[in-house]
């Protein structure tokens, strides 16, 4: 199924709701942009506003990015009958919150995504959107930020996101950024995602993308494996499996682990052989990103992680800062209500933030940041 994304006649113009609807649109089966003939219904991300112009060409190209998860998800439902979209009560129905969240659903295996539909609040410049997180352990890719479940939130984002939750042992291949272009190859560069925290696997599936030749053997799979026990914690990439002739001879990797930093790195086998890698952190999002110089398909890559790695709690203070720093509010508010999530214990800090005459919302969304991950 699909959507004319942004209305397909008559309606009215709302830069805004627009963007929000693409975001939407991308993490959906089909993704079209599609109107009327007329003059003033085009689409196009260059009709509207900068920022929302901006936007709308990032999410574009992380649908292009997404091919290898969304190929391998296609793959998934052909052979599995496990469609790429799912409603949260396909997977918990004897969950009552599963009925309550009536546009937040699962994006394949790995992906849980709760598209924000309304307008920003004035007083924040975010939009929100009531979520339900189930039991375990969840990291939104777009911020970062690391959310313990069981419980409904009202969870807020600028322009540029949507809450888009992968649970703790999560794995998501994408096409590099720097590959982007109008093909639909098995990319040579990988960008893969990983969620720190537990163990996971995910197998990405390839062909031709063109010919049924896949019934007949031409096909090939990439096991990924997060190994994330107390007594060993690595990150694997084995050898393809299945008909070279369909992938590229050689790849190129960057690797992004949530909720781990800098320390946790140890060093980049192939095959036994230590590579020379480069590693960047992001240190609001709490992202490594571990970078691999070319190699063979048939090569086994193991990331190895220091025996001793921990999470990283969230950066609270540098997402209270944007919020704060981006709210519409009194100067006298935002230093007193910064110094409270700074210099005070998060139950005190949200005692002291509920007492202050700040507009509801913004006390919502500094509640949310304060309380994503209380341990």
């Not at 959906?28 to 219904?41: A, G, Q």
């Not at 163990?199 to 990405?204: A, H, I, L, N, T």
């Not at 070319?294 to 944007?322: Q, S």
């Given at each position: ?251 190129r990797y960057a690797l992004r682990f949530y909720g ?18 480069e590693v960047e952190w992001d240190e609001v999002r ?62 005190a800090a949200e005692s002291t933030l509920n007492s ?20």
């Open positions: 199924w699909s959507h004319d994304i942004g209305g397909h006649r008559n309606g009215y113009r709302d830069d805004e709701l627009t963007t929000r609807w693409i975001q939407f649109g991308v993490f959906s089966p089909i993704m079209r942009l599609h109107s009327s003939d007329e003059v003033f219904t085009g689409k196009e991300p260059w009709k509207f506003g900068p920022e929302a112009e901006k936007v709308m060409c990032r999410f574009l190209r992380l649908r292009h990015r997404l091919l290898p998860y969304t190929y391998t998800m296609n793959y998934r439902f052909f052979k599995d009958d496990q469609p790429l979209v799912q409603p949260m009560y396909y997977l918990y129905p004897a969950r009552e919150e599963a009925y309550q969240v009536k546009n937040q659903y699962f994006f394949g295996s790995e992906l849980m995504v709760s598209p924000i539909t309304g307008k920003n609040d004035p007083d924040t410049r975010m939009g929100a959107v009531k979520t339900w997180i189930p039991e375990g352990t969840w990291t939104d890719l777009f911020t970062g930020l690391r959310y313990q479940g069981g419980r409904m939130l009202l969870m807020h984002r600028t322009l540029d996101s949507i809450p888009v939750l992968a649970k703790a042992g999560a794995i998501v291949p994408l096409q590099a950024e720097e590959e982007i272009s109008a093909s639909t190859k098995n990319p040579s560069q990988l960008e893969v995602l990983a969620v720190a925290g537990q163990s996971g696997v995910f197998e990405m599936y390839e062909d031709d993308g063109e010919t049924m030749a896949y019934e007949h053997g031409a096909q090939a799979m990439t096991r990924f494996l997060l190994d994330w026990t107390e007594d060993s914690k690595r990150f694997v990439i084995c050898p393809v499996e299945g008909d070279y002739s369909v992938v590229p001879e050689k790849r781990i930093g800098q320390d946790a790195f140890a060093l980049v086998e192939a095959d036994g052989r230590v590579l020379d890698a709490n992202a490594l990103t571990i970078k691999l110089p070319e190699v063979c398909v048939n090569t086994e890559i193991c990331v190895r992680f220091a025996a001793g790695a921990v999470l990283l709690p969230n950066n609270v203070k540098a997402h209270a800062y944007e919020a704060i720093n981006r709210a519409q509010i009194l100067f006298i508010h935002k230093e007193r209500a910064y110094k409270t999530i700074c210099h005070s214990s998060v139950a202050m005459p700040l507009p509801q919302s913004v006390k919502d969304t500094l509640e949310e940041w304060l309380l994503a991950d209380p341990k």
